[in-house]
């Protein structure tokens, strides 16, 4: 390493990271790839600069309400060109309530996707944690839609980059069918992603790594190797069932679910 590229170097941290981020997203301006420029931007470093930045949302007074994987579907793997999921943070600002439109004002390129939702009944902990002790963790289960925004052009990025940037983080709806997990079979709850009335995709909760609550034990295994845990009466969002659609000023986008309803939002 020459002499520029060791003072480059030494320019970055987590926290750097984590300001420039959380700068595009309050300006709703993209950038280009930040591990492109960072070598030192691995995946550790990548979770450290999504804790930094979480910190500082708490400090503006936002309040910690869930997780959000990313990536579990092959669907969403392929189109992002990453082959593994990951977790974020998910914060009380995120949740649009039903019937409101998409808040293009605070979002660079928003794309829907489908989800299903858990919220927990009890305090999940990793390691170890199996899909049915999640499961078993679980109160209820909902249908949403993540509205995803990424702060890099073209949604162009690496998983690091992606944890980075709290996993493309914008806001979600949640459905209003409200179901026991025992009552469900969620590898076979269907969900029709429409867009002005056509159908743009359909999947399964078995999308969702097998089992939704697969990607919840991985998501409670995770976050244990970084001494967190999910907490009684938090949100879960399992990850994009589909490919994320991009969402376009004045248009309807609906998401249709077997047991778990209907969610209607307008593209603001
Ligand atoms: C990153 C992950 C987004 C999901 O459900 O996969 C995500 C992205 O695709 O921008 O929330
Ligand atoms: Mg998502």
Redesign the pocket.
Known sequence: MNREQQTSEQRWSAGRIADILLDAEGTTTSRTSLSAEWSGLTLPVAYEAQDIALATRKARGEVVTGI??????RA?QR??G?DA??V?WLTDVMALPAGDPVPRNRLIHP?A?P?IAFVMSRRLAGPGVTAAQALAAVDHVFGAV?I???RYAG?K?TLED?VA?N???GVYVTGPVLRRPEDLDLALEACLLEIDGQIVDTATGAAVQGHPAEALAFAANTLAERGHAIEAGWVV????MTD?VAVESGARVAAHFTSLGSITISGG
């Open positions: 959000k994987l990313g990536l579990t579907s969403k189109q992002m990453v999921p990951s974020a794309r996707e989800e993540e995803i925004d990424s949604f990025f992606a940037d996993n493309s983080s969002l399992t990850g994009g994320a």
